[in-house]
C-alpha cells in the first residue's frame, strides 16, 4: 500500500508543481534568512514557469541570488534584466526595488564616473517612491544616495558633501526603521566630519553610541567608538581619545573581531605621534603588523575549514548515493522474487524512478559541493583584501599624520633638518609599502579595456628619465579569458620593476604580440650587471611567472645579452579544456 501511494505521489508532484507561479513572499523570506542556497534553488525550479508579467520581480530576485553569491557581473546582468520588462509609464516598486540595487552595485567601483550614474539611477527611483507614497522606501532611497556622494572619493568637494548631508538627513526623516534611522545618523556624522563640523559630528555619534549601548549592539558600538576616538584626535582632545581607546581595545580582542582591533591600534598610533610620542607610536604600528599577520593565517585556516567540510559534504553525497543504488538493486531483487504480472511491472518502473531520482540527486549534490567550493574560495579572496585594504588605510593614514607632524614642527623649530629628515623618512617608508601592496591589485584599465590599453597605461606610469620604456603591441582591442589578462598584466609589472630595482639600464621595450594560438610578451632592457651569477637562477618572482606560464599551455625564458637582459612569456590563446 505504502509503495502504490508513493507512486501516486510521484505522478502527482509534477502536475501540481506545472501549475505553480512565483511566490513573491516565499521568495522575500528566502532573501530574509539568507541561511542556505533556499533561494536558488527555488527560483532555479520556477524560472521556467514565471509568467511574462512577473519576470521583473523574478530577474529582482535573480539580481539578490548573485548578490549574496559576490557574483556582481551576473548580479548587472539581471538587473537590467529586469528593467527592460518594467513599464517606465507606470509607477510600479519593483522597478524602484531594480534601480536602487543597480545603484548600490555601481557604487563598489568607486570611479567618479559610476558614482555620477548611481546618483542618476537612484534619482528615478525617489521619483517612482514619492509617487506611490511609501515613505521608509523613500528614506532607504535617500539613504542609498547619500552613499552614493560620499563614496566620489576622487572628485569630492564642498557641493558634493552638501548633496549627501541633505540626502542623509532626508533618509532620517523618512525611514520608521530605527536601526536604518541610526546607520544614516552614522553617516552624517562622518560627513559633518568631513565638512570640519567636529561638533555637530561628536554630537550625533555620541547619540549613537548611546542607542547601540542601550540596544547591546556591541559591535555597532564599538565602531562607532572608534569615530569618536578619531575625532577626539582630530580635535585634539586627547586624554577622551585615549580613554575610548584604552576601553575597546581589550574588547575586541576578546571577541576576536581583528579588523577592527586592527583599526584601533592604528589609531593609538596615530594619537601618539600627535602628543609626539613617537616611542608609543612605533610599538603599536609593530602591533598592528603582528595582528595583520594573525588576520591573514585566521583567513588561510577558516578558508581550509570551509574546504574541509565541503569535502566531506561531498564524500558523504558519494557514500549516500551508494547506498541508495545498492538498496536500489536489492529491492528490485525483492519485487521480482515476490510479485508477477502487472503489479510486479509497476514495482520496477517505480524503483526506477526512484534510481533517476538518486542520480539526479547526486548530480544535485556534486553542483551544490563545486558551487560551494567556488563561494568559499571567493569569500577568502575578499576577505584577503579586505585586509589588505585595511594595511593600506590604516598604516598609510598613520605614517602620513606622522610625516605631517614631522612637518609642523619642523616649521617651528630654528634647526628643522631633524624633523624633516625624518618626515622624508617616512615618506620614503610608504612610497615602498603603497607600491608594494598596489601589485597585489587589478588595475582598473584591465578590467574594463583589456591587456593592450593595461599594460601601455602601466608603461606610461612607471617611465620616467631614468628609464624610458617603450611599448608595442598587435592587438588593438582584443580580449581573451579574464585570468590569462590579469597573469600577463602582472607578470609584466614584475618584470619592470625588476628592471627599476636591479638593472641600470635606461631604456626598454615592451612587445605584446597575439598569434592564432598563442600571446607572447617580451621585454628588453639595456642594463649591465644584471646577475651576480651565469646559473641564471630565478628569483621567487620569475619562479612564479614560470609555473603560471607552463600552467596556461606555454613557458617562460629568458636570457642575458650584450648589453641587456631579454624575457619571453608565451602562453595559449586558449584553454585546453
Given at each position: 500500500?505504502?509503495?502504490?501511494l508513493?507512486?501516486?505521489?510521484?505522478?502527482?508532484?509534477?502536475?501540481?508543481?506545472?501549475?505553480?507561479?512565483?511566490?513573491?513572499?516565499?521568495?522575500?523570506?528566502?532573501?530574509?534568512?539568507?541561511?542556505?542556497?533556499?533561494?536558488?534553488l527555488?527560483?532555479?525550479?520556477?524560472?521556467?514557469?514565471?509568467?511574462?508579467?512577473?519576470?521583473?520581480?523574478?530577474?529582482?530576485?535573480?539580481?539578490?541570488?548573485?548578490?549574496?553569491?559576490?557574483?556582481?557581473?551576473?548580479?548587472?546582468?539581471?538587473?537590467?534584466?529586469?528593467?527592460?520588462?518594467?513599464?517606465?509609464?507606470?509607477?510600479?516598486?519593483?522597478?524602484?526595488?531594480?534601480?536602487?540595487?543597480?545603484?548600490?552595485?555601481?557604487?563598489k567601483?568607486?570611479?567618479?564616473?559610476?558614482?555620477?550614474?548611481?546618483?542618476?539611477?537612484i534619482?528615478?527611483?525617489?521619483?517612482?517612491?514619492?509617487?506611490?507614497?511609501?515613505?521608509n522606501e523613500?528614506?532607504?532611497?535617500?539613504?542609498?544616495?547619500?552613499?552614493?556622494?560620499?563614496?566620489?572619493?576622487?572628485?569630492?568637494?564642498?557641493?558634493?558633501?552638501?548633496?549627501?548631508?541633505?540626502?542623509?538627513?532626508?533618509?532620517?526623516?523618512?525611514?520608521?526603521?530605527?536601526?536604518?534611522?541610526?546607520?544614516?545618523?552614522?553617516?552624517?556624522?562622518?560627513?559633518?566630519?568631513?565638512?570640519?563640523?567636529?561638533?555637530?559630528?561628536?554630537?550625533?555619534?555620541?547619540?549613537?553610541?548611546?542607542?547601540?549601548?542601550?540596544?547591546?549592539?556591541?559591535?555597532?558600538?564599538?565602531?562607532?567608538?572608534?569615530?569618536?576616538?578619531?575625532?577626539?584626535?582630530?580635535?585634539?582632545?586627547?586624554?577622551?581619545?585615549?580613554?575610548?581607546?584604552?576601553?575597546?581595545?581589550?574588547?575586541?580582542?576578546?571577541?576576536e573581531?581583528?579588523?577592527?582591533?586592527?583599526?584601533?591600534?592604528?589609531?593609538?598610533?596615530?594619537?601618539?605621534?600627535?602628543?609626539?610620542d613617537?616611542?608609543?607610536?612605533?610599538?603599536?604600528?609593530?602591533?598592528?603588523i603582528?595582528?595583520?599577520?594573525k588576520?591573514?593565517?585566521?583567513?588561510?585556516?577558516?578558508?581550509?575549514?570551509?574546504?574541509?567540510?565541503?569535502?566531506?559534504?561531498?564524500?558523504?553525497?558519494?557514500?549516500?548515493?551508494?547506498?541508495?543504488?545498492?538498496?536500489?538493486?536489492?529491492?528490485?531483487?525483492?519485487?521480482?522474487?515476490?510479485?508477477?504480472?502487472?503489479?510486479s511491472?509497476?514495482?520496477?518502473?517505480?524503483?526506477?524512478?526512484?534510481?533517476?531520482?538518486?542520480?539526479?540527486?547526486?548530480?544535485?549534490?556534486?553542483?551544490k559541493?563545486?558551487?560551494?567550493?567556488?563561494?568559499?574560495?571567493?569569500?577568502?579572496?575578499?576577505?584577503?583584501?579586505?585586509a589588505i585594504?585595511?594595511v593600506?588605510?590604516?598604516?598609510?593614514?598613520?605614517?602620513?599624520?606622522?610625516?605631517?607632524?614631522?612637518?609642523?614642527?619642523?616649521?617651528?623649530?630654528?634647526?628643522p633638518?631633524?624633523?624633516?629628515?625624518?618626515?622624508?623618512?617616512?615618506?620614503?617608508?610608504?612610497n615602498?609599502?603603497?607600491?608594494?601592496?598596489?601589485?597585489?591589485?587589478?588595475?582598473?584599465?584591465?578590467?574594463?579595456?583589456?591587456?593592450?590599453?593595461?599594460?601601455?597605461?602601466?608603461?606610461?606610469?612607471?617611465?620616467?628619465?631614468?628609464l624610458?620604456?617603450n611599448?608595442?603591441?598587435?592587438?588593438?582591442?582584443?580580449?581573451?579569458?579574464?585570468?590569462?589578462?590579469?597573469?600577463?598584466?602582472?607578470?609584466?609589472?614584475?618584470?619592470?620593476?625588476?628592471?627599476?630595482?636591479?638593472s641600470?639600464?635606461?631604456?626598454?621595450?615592451?612587445?605584446?604580440?597575439?598569434?592564432?594560438?598563442?600571446?607572447?610578451?617580451?621585454?628588453?632592457?639595456?642594463?649591465?650587471?644584471?646577475?651576480?651569477?651565469?646559473?641564471?637562477?630565478?628569483?621567487?618572482?620569475?619562479?612564479?611567472?614560470?609555473?603560471?606560464?607552463e600552467?596556461?599551455?606555454?613557458?617562460f625564458?629568458?636570457?642575458?645579452?650584450?648589453?641587456?637582459?631579454?624575457?619571453?612569456?608565451?602562453?595559449?590563446?586558449?584553454?585546453?579544456?
Open positions: 500500500m505504502k509503495n502504490i508513493q507512486i501516486l505521489l510521484w505522478i502527482i508532484l509534477p502536475i501540481w508543481t506545472f501549475a505553480q507561479s512565483l511566490d513573491y513572499s516565499r521568495s522575500k523570506r528566502y532573501v530574509s534568512e539568507i541561511k542556505d542556497d533556499s533561494l536558488s527555488y527560483l532555479n525550479k520556477i524560472e521556467p514557469k514565471v509568467l511574462e508579467k512577473e519576470k521583473a520581480s523574478f530577474y529582482y530576485l535573480k539580481s539578490l541570488e548573485h548578490r549574496y553569491a559576490n557574483n556582481p557581473n551576473k548580479q548587472i546582468e539581471y538587473l537590467y534584466k529586469g528593467l527592460n520588462h518594467t513599464n517606465t509609464s507606470i509607477p510600479d516598486s519593483i522597478h524602484a526595488f531594480l534601480l536602487d540595487e543597480l545603484s548600490i552595485v555601481l557604487q567601483n568607486y570611479s567618479a564616473a559610476d558614482s555620477r550614474e548611481a546618483i542618476e539611477l534619482n528615478k527611483s525617489i521619483q517612482i517612491k514619492d509617487e506611490l507614497k511609501i515613505k523613500l528614506g532607504k532611497s535617500y539613504l542609498i544616495k547619500g552613499n552614493a556622494y560620499s563614496r566620489m572619493n576622487n572628485d569630492l568637494n564642498s557641493s558634493q558633501l552638501d548633496s549627501a548631508l541633505i540626502s542623509y538627513k532626508k533618509a532620517i526623516s523618512y525611514v520608521d526603521s530605527e536601526e536604518l534611522r541610526f546607520l544614516a545618523k552614522e553617516s552624517l556624522a562622518n560627513v559633518l566630519n568631513d565638512k570640519g563640523m567636529f561638533h555637530e559630528s561628536l554630537q550625533i555619534l555620541n547619540e549613537c553610541y548611546n542607542y547601540y549601548d542601550s540596544t547591546e549592539r556591541s559591535y555597532d558600538k564599538s565602531t562607532v567608538a572608534v569615530s569618536l576616538s578619531q575625532l577626539y584626535i582630530r580635535t585634539n582632545q586627547y586624554k577622551k581619545a585615549a580613554i575610548i581607546l584604552d576601553t575597546i581595545l581589550d574588547f575586541t580582542i576578546q571577541k573581531w581583528l579588523p577592527l582591533s586592527s583599526t584601533v591600534l592604528a589609531y593609538k598610533a596615530e594619537l601618539s605621534d600627535s602628543i609626539q613617537f616611542k608609543s607610536a612605533s610599538f603599536w604600528k609593530d602591533s598592528i603582528q595582528f595583520q599577520h588576520i591573514f593565517d585566521n583567513q588561510n585556516i577558516e578558508a581550509e575549514e570551509k574546504y574541509k567540510s565541503l569535502a566531506l559534504k561531498t564524500q558523504l553525497g558519494k557514500e549516500q548515493a551508494k547506498v541508495l543504488k545498492n538498496r536500489f538493486w536489492l529491492l528490485i531483487l525483492l519485487g521480482l522474487s515476490m510479485f508477477l504480472g502487472l503489479f511491472f509497476l514495482i520496477y518502473r517505480f524503483y526506477k524512478l526512484k534510481r533517476r531520482a538518486a542520480d539526479q540527486e547526486l548530480e544535485n549534490e556534486k553542483i559541493s563545486a558551487l560551494n567550493a567556488t563561494r568559499a574560495k571567493m569569500d577568502g579572496e575578499q576577505k584577503e583584501r579586505q585594504a585595511s593600506l588605510h590604516d598604516q598609510m593614514a598613520s605614517s602620513l599624520t606622522a610625516a605631517r607632524i614631522n612637518l609642523s614642527v619642523a616649521k617651528k623649530k630654528e634647526n633638518i631633524h624633523f624633516v629628515e625624518k618626515a622624508d623618512k617616512i615618506l620614503a617608508e610608504v615602498t609599502q603603497v607600491r608594494d601592496l598596489s601589485h597585489q591589485l587589478i588595475s582598473a584599465s584591465l578590467i574594463k579595456f583589456g591587456l593592450a590599453t593595461a599594460i601601455e597605461s602601466l608603461t606610461d606610469n612607471m617611465s620616467n628619465d631614468a624610458i620604456i611599448f608595442e603591441n598587435n592587438m588593438d582591442k582584443v580580449r581573451f579569458e579574464n585570468t590569462r589578462e590579469v597573469f600577463l598584466f602582472r607578470s609584466c609589472s614584475e618584470l619592470i620593476q625588476n628592471i627599476h630595482k636591479h641600470t639600464a635606461t631604456k626598454a621595450n615592451i612587445i605584446l604580440n597575439a598569434t592564432d594560438d598563442f600571446i607572447e610578451l617580451s621585454v628588453l632592457d639595456n642594463g649591465k650587471n644584471k646577475l651576480v651569477n651565469k646559473k641564471m637562477e630565478l628569483g621567487l618572482g620569475l619562479v612564479t611567472i614560470k609555473d603560471r606560464a600552467a596556461f599551455g606555454g613557458g625564458y629568458c636570457e642575458q645579452q650584450e648589453p641587456g637582459f631579454f624575457n619571453k612569456i608565451t602562453i595559449a590563446r586558449k584553454s585546453s579544456n
